[in-house]
């Protein structure tokens, strides 16, 4: 285990599955397909919101509409935390208590920065298409300014991100080990069905590999 | 769509999405594995972290170890915000702008309260072990008194509920509909993959049926 770029950073519980390295994190955030921001609103209270989300190199970018009240925060300056969470399993235990989930998770704590530069983003507009499909930016029309001006994304950096990995099997205590009940893994994936082809859509265009092949990076 | 319980609750942005009628938000509860709990730590900061939970009818309990600092601060009254987002597919459009995601989500807000008696703890242990897998409450052993120590469970009413839910195909504007870029949904599913047997297991104790044929409520 590297050490916690921060003391709010660091893994209190648990503290053998903290990992800090980039690339965990890095590798997390690319599969994940969705974000949780969590801010303090005006009066104090605490708001969290589902979000679409891109890392390019060490930041990360957080999608949102100018007129919704999260990003009209964010642009503001509001500090954030941000969840991104993969199950992996769940994780039978003989005993109630021992059950758990094998997962992989980053929090990410930082002040966004609103992304204003035209050019920067366009480059984001094309990390997002290609997070939820890798290659999906090269076919889809790029954003008119109009629609430039209607989006807002912001950037924090992973300067202070932690990740936790929580694998193998649960460890029962010794007596259970004599209990009639079953023990064990069930590995959990997220997995696409069959494309739902837009009635709208001209003949004569085959679904794209990216979405026959759909898989997330990093996955088989 | 039926009203809002509070401001607070209102769904802002897209309000032709937001329901709240507690049926689909029970649904929403019941299907998704876990939770993000966001809340405001002492020093004024967000702080979110992903949870397991379970409902018993109109109350949403979320688990924890009675060592980590969101469960101190959950048992201290702090207010907190509870996401839970399940992701039904990949909208694919023509233009970047109109990519998304087909989602159920709800937000809850309220001051959890810690459960004390030993009796609903016990009750709790069940829902929040058959939420996972239903009917493996059965099998699994009970907590003892001392693990029931180790547990703090916390309770919030769903009285500030709110759900927003994102279907169909994404839609473009007119002039994009003669674009040569294909259109569609992606749906996407939690599926299980073959459970991995703890290699403790004694022998002679089947898979149970609830994990060979693992599905959430409500999914075929």
Redesign the interface.
């Given at each position: 285990m590297s050490e916690a770029p921060s003391e709010?950073t660091r893994v209190?519980?648990l503290p053998e599955r903290g990992v800090y390295d980039p690339a965990t994190v890095a590798s997390i955030l690319d599969e994940a397909?969705?974000c949780?921001?969590?801010?303090?609103d005006a009066d104090?209270?605490?708001?969290?919101?589902?979000t679409?989300h891109a890392r390019i190199s060490e930041t990360l970018y957080l999608h949102g509409?100018r007129?919704?009240?999260t990003q009209r925060s964010m642009r503001d300056g509001t500090?954030?935390?941000?969840?991104i969470?993969l199950?992996d399993?769940?994780r039978?235990?003989?005993?109630?208590?021992e059950?758990s989930?094998n997962?992989r998770?980053v929090?990410v704590?930082g002040t966004p920065e609103e992304v204003t530069d035209a050019d920067e983003l366009r480059t984001v507009?094309?990390a997002?298409?290609d997070h939820?499909?890798e290659g999906?930016?090269a076919?889809?029309?790029?954003?008119?300014d109009d629609?430039l001006r209607?989006?807002s994304f912001v950037k924090i950096t992973l300067d202070e991100a932690s990740a936790k990995v929580s694998v193998g099997?649960?460890i029962?205590i010794d007596s259970?080990?004599?209990?009639?009940?079953?023990?064990?893994?069930?590995?959990?994936?997220?997995?696409?069905?069959?494309?739902?082809?837009?009635?709208?859509?001209?003949e004569g265009?085959?679904?794209?590999s990216y979405?026959t092949d759909?898989k997330r990076p990093g996955r088989a």
């Open positions: 709010r209190r519980r397909l969705i949780h921001v969590a801010y303090t104090g209270r605490p708001r969290v919101i589902p679409i509409s007129a919704s009240q500090e954030v935390a941000v969840a969470t199950i399993g769940i039978f235990a003989r005993s109630m208590f059950h989930m997962y998770s929090v704590y507009f094309r997002i298409t939820v499909a999906r930016s076919d889809a029309r790029m954003p008119t629609e209607q989006t099997q649960a029962d259970d080990h004599q209990l009639d009940v079953w023990a064990g893994i069930l590995p959990l994936a997220t997995v696409p069905g069959e494309p739902i082809v837009d009635p709208l859509l001209r265009i085959a679904t794209p979405v759909w």
